[in-house]
């Protein structure tokens, strides 16, 4: 199935992609998450998520997420995961980190209001600041474009595990922030992967042209 496009333009990289380090800014207010998970999968893309877990500062462009809506989705925890309910019924705006496989880590960003579950899974990071940290957590090289690339090895190297589970994305010590360019990219949409449910639905956004974007296999 091709890709979807949803908007046009190009982002300026600096070289060989790697980016500015941005100033801080404050992170995006609860408010943004009371929407359903799809608006916000697309409009995270860009933004930067900021862990200061473990004392050091790591950030990364957020450039690919999906979507994962209510009970009636048949991907979403809603749907099959009973322990999870209480938090995807709660307010949007926090960390759901659950994990995957027995051993891969994996970050989601609470959408919607009290009582409309729905959650948004990042996918991959464009390391921002950091690099350092986030290679030796990794155990590759700081230029590798797998450095925060695929949900597992992103809080790999953000240093994030469950104890973030639940943490408010507004106050930290994961937060997400607005981006700290212009929006001038290629959105691009797909279903989502890794799944065996609802695999026809196109919840999946990432950044058309980014390295840092997971290839699917």
């Known amino acids: 199935m091709a890709p979807r496009v949803l908007q046009v333009a190009h982002r300026r990289q ?20 009371f929407r359903p998970a799809r608006a916000v999968a697309r409009e995270l893309l860009g933004c930067l998520l900021v862990s200061r877990l473990g004392g050091t500062l790591t950030v990364g462009r957020i450039v690919e997420t999906e979507a994962y809506l209510g009970p009636k989705d048949a991907a979403s925890h809603a749907a099959f995961r009973p322990s999870s309910h209480a938090l995807f019924y709660g307010e949007g705006g926090h960390a759901y980190v659950f994990v995957n496989y027995g051993m891969h880590h994996c970050l989601n960003a609470i959408t919607g209001r009290a009582g409309a579950p729905g959650c948004v899974l990042l996918r991959a990071l464009e390391p921002v600041a950091g690099r350092r ?31 973030a589970n639940g943490a408010d994305l507004a106050r930290g010590p994961v ?15 797909g279903p989502r992967v890794g799944i065996t449910r609802a ?19």
């Open 14 to 33: 600096g070289p060989r992609g790697l980016a500015r380090t941005p100033r801080r800014r404050a992170p995006l207010p609860r408010s943004f998450y």
């Open 133 to 163: 940290t986030m290679a030796r957590r990794r155990g590759v090289p700081a230029d590798s474009p797998r450095l925060a690339t695929g949900p597992g090895n992103l809080t790999r190297a953000l240093g994030i595990t469950t104890r």
């Open 175 to 189: 937060t997400i922030e607005p981006p700290d360019a212009p929006r001038d990219f290629r959105i691009t949409s």
């Open 199 to 217: 695999r026809d639905l196109r919840l999946r956004f990432w950044i058309a042209g980014n390295r840092y974007v997971s290839r699917p296999r």
